[in-house]
């Protein structure tokens, strides 16, 4: 079955960078996109935008584009989101999830909890 | 932007009840691209219908999606213990936009 497990929570200071992992399983890696998406506390889900995990294209939501940066490695199924100049409000449950096409999101990992705090 | 707007804000059911969410679009989504997810506390979402009205594996057919164009609407037929919980409704047509959730509650 399709398994999404993402790397451990996070604490940083405000103006540092996060580096969260998401490491597939159960089906093909390269044949779906991923999806990142937030959750701030109390806040809706906001998405962040997408990664190809097949041929690493990306598209990121106008609001981190200048940010966040999506990678992934092909030979171990992980993707990664890499979020810099980090603030307060950036404190939330990061997912990644997987796509089932045309941006459905159908999978989803556990989360991570990143906290910026001085 | 798509933005969706769900009410109500919290429904207070008993077990047993019928639930029914609603989830305004702030224009047209076309093709039904429009999801349903759960989520419970400390938990990640799970799909439950995509396409306005078809449901994901393995969800119970007490789930049901209907709408078009700009209004949809979640029904849960008979409220099971298990069903508290929030639910948001999510658009696709466009890069992925999200409600703001409907608590279902106990009452």
């Known amino acids: 079955q399709v398994q999404l497990v993402q790397s451990g929570a996070e604490v940083r200071k405000p103006g540092a960078s996060v580096k969260v992992s998401c490491k597939a399983s159960g089906y093909t890696f390269t044949s779906y996109a991923i999806h990142w998406v937030r959750q701030a506390p109390g806040q809706r889900l906001e998405w962040m935008g997408w990664?190809?995990?097949?041929?690493?294209?990306?598209k990121y939501s106008q609001k981190f584009q200048d940010r966040v940066t999506f990678t992934r490695d092909t030979s171990t199924s992980t993707a990664f989101m890499d979020l810099s100049s980090l603030r307060s409000e950036d404190t939330a449950v990061y997912y990644c999830?997987?796509?089932?096409?045309?941006?459905?999101?159908?999978?989803w990992g556990q989360g991570t909890l990143v906290t910026v705090s001085s | 932007e798509f933005v969706l707007t769900q009410s109500p804000g919290t429904l207070s059911l008993s077990p047993g009840e019928r639930a029914t969410l609603s989830c305004r679009a702030s224009?047209?989504?076309?093709?039904?691209?429009l999801a349903w997810y759960q989520q419970k506390p400390g938990q990640a979402p799970r799909l439950l219908i995509y396409g306005a009205s078809s449901r994901a594996t393995g969800i119970p057919d007490r789930f049901s999606g209907s709408g078009s164009g700009t209004d949809f609407t979640l029904t849960i037929s008979r409220l099971e213990p298990e069903d508290f919980a929030v639910y948001y409704c999510q658009q696709y047509d466009s890069f992925p936009t999200f409600g703001g959730g409907t608590k279902v509650e106990i009452k």
């Open positions: 224009q047209s989504v076309s093709s039904s691209y």
């Open positions: 999830a997987r796509d089932q096409g045309y941006q459905l999101i159908a999978w």
């Open positions: 990664i190809s995990a097949g041929n690493g294209n990306t």
